[in-house]
């Protein structure tokens, strides 16, 4: 089987990215240009592999947790006995868009104290927004034929929810948690400000000692997961609605 030009450009990509996690030495000769007096090249206070991985748990945590209260906020609207709360669950996933990451980090410390939790905090409300309407989007707008055949199959009203209209919402759903995890993954760089593990702490040693290089590698990794996480959402998503026949990027604009 032959691989498409973009693929095989994607793995290149991604073979990079895990020799610089774990041989970043090899790469100093590219960002030494970028050093000053000496400075170190590779971010020589902390394992980059271990901070890479400690940076896509809290937003594969944070983003999960999203999902589930953002995706059940959207089947509680879109069933009779819930759509009256329609806007009071607007008003609560719009939080995260209303306050700055910052300020939720500065007002969850003093709640929670220092480390991975105000950082957890402020993701999974930035990432309510996206899920919770792409599911709206996905729930409200589905072929009214499918509906009214599960219906005339006898189906309860839970029964068409998990065999017909998530299935078919899920295009749309992935495309909300697929700009969510993006979102949350350049979003939890500023989580090293109140001492959470992650790549964070790369570009704010980088911006404290006046060393590009270090600065460069944070962002370049973060970076480079972005796309890679993209790409592999959007391919599944695709994937998803090849089979349900459903068109995502429309629906969910």
Do not use: C
């Not at 032959?2 to 895990?18: E, Y």
């Not at 059940?72 to 709360?85: D, N, Q, S």
């Amino acid at each position: 089987m032959k691989l498409g030009a973009p693929l095989l450009i994607r793995i290149v990509v991604f073979l990079l990215l895990v020799l610089f996690l774990t041989r970043p030495e090899l790469f100093a000769p590219l960002l030494e240009p970028l050093t000053q007096n000496g400075a170190p090249a590779i971010y020589n206070q902390g394992d980059l592999l271990a901070l890479t991985l400690s940076h896509l748990r809290t937003v594969a945590v944070a983003t999960g947790a999203a999902a589930v209260v953002a995706v059940g906020f959207a089947i509680l609207v879109t069933r009779p006995i819930g759509a009256e709360f329609l806007p009071l669950s607007r008003s609560i996933v719009n939080i995260g868009q209303t306050f700055p990451p910052v300020a939720v980090l500065a007002l969850a410390v003093p709640a929670v104290g220092f480390g991975e939790k105000p950082t957890l905090i402020a993701l999974f409300l930035y990432g309510l927004l996206p899920i919770f309407e792409n599911t709206l989007t996905g729930l409200t707008r589905l072929p009214p034929a499918v509906v009214d055949a599960a219906n005339g199959m006898g189906m309860t009203e839970t029964q068409r929810l998990f065999r017909v209209e998530l299935p078919l919402a899920f295009p749309v759903i992935l495309e909300g948690v697929r700009l969510s995890t993006v979102i949350a993954l350049a979003t939890a760089t500023i989580g090293s400000t109140v001492a959470a593990k992650g790549l964070g702490e790369v570009i704010i040693a980088g911006l404290l000692s006046n060393n590009l290089a270090f600065v460069v590698q944070g962002g370049v990794i973060v970076g480079v997961l972005a796309v890679l996480l993209s790409d592999a959402f959007s391919a599944l998503g695709d994937a998803a609605a090849r089979r349900t026949g459903r068109v995502v990027r429309a629906e969910a604009a």
